[in-house]
């Protein structure tokens, strides 16, 4: 059994599969950047799962920038209709459509953890080449975990650069088990936090998801 995509996972349809969807959810198809979404090469996103979602297919989102309502469109594909998956862009990818004004907290993001992700309007309009920027949008990032260890110190330095930042940075540091916002971290090792796994948001405490454990 192939083992599901991560949330945020970056996937792009078939034309086969995007005329299902279209049949599927035919108030969508008269939004013409809707229908002509898969056709013109723009990717959906991996989200979790609701009770609403048809078993056994892959739930996925598609986020309308501004001047078209700023919708979160919830569709869903069969495995068989995705042609293409990888993980959301890397945040030095995805920097050049960024305000100048973000670019020196960007570079710090970038000296602090390379590794990190985007994703969110800064990733959406990388993406896509639709305007997804606002003058309120956030910085969306996802920070790939290696240790307990490195922890501390990746917390502590997000801490910092959010307090000079010229927008609001938001986003999850991710595990074995899923994400956890950045900002719930912060706290006691006894601390309840909240996982957001490909199947749903589970509890579990700040010390257990740090040392990687996966209920």
Known sequence: MLEPLARHSM????????????????????????????????????????????AGLVPLGLPLPPTHGKRRIAVSLAAIDIVASAPPPLLADAATPAPASWHPTIDKLLTLLPETRSYGSLAWQHLTGLPYLSDSSDLDLLWPLSSAKQAEFLLSGIAGIAKQAPMRLDGEITGPAGGVQWRELCGADEDEVLVKGPAGVTATTRAAFLAGQVS
Do not use: F, Q
């Open 11 to 54: 996937v792009k349809a078939s034309t086969a599969g995007w005329a299902a969807v279209m049949n599927r959810y035919p108030e969508l198809a008269s939004e013409p950047i809707v229908a002509s979404w898969a056709h013109a090469g723009r990717p959906l996103v991996v989200r979790r799962p609701v009770c609403s979602d048809t």
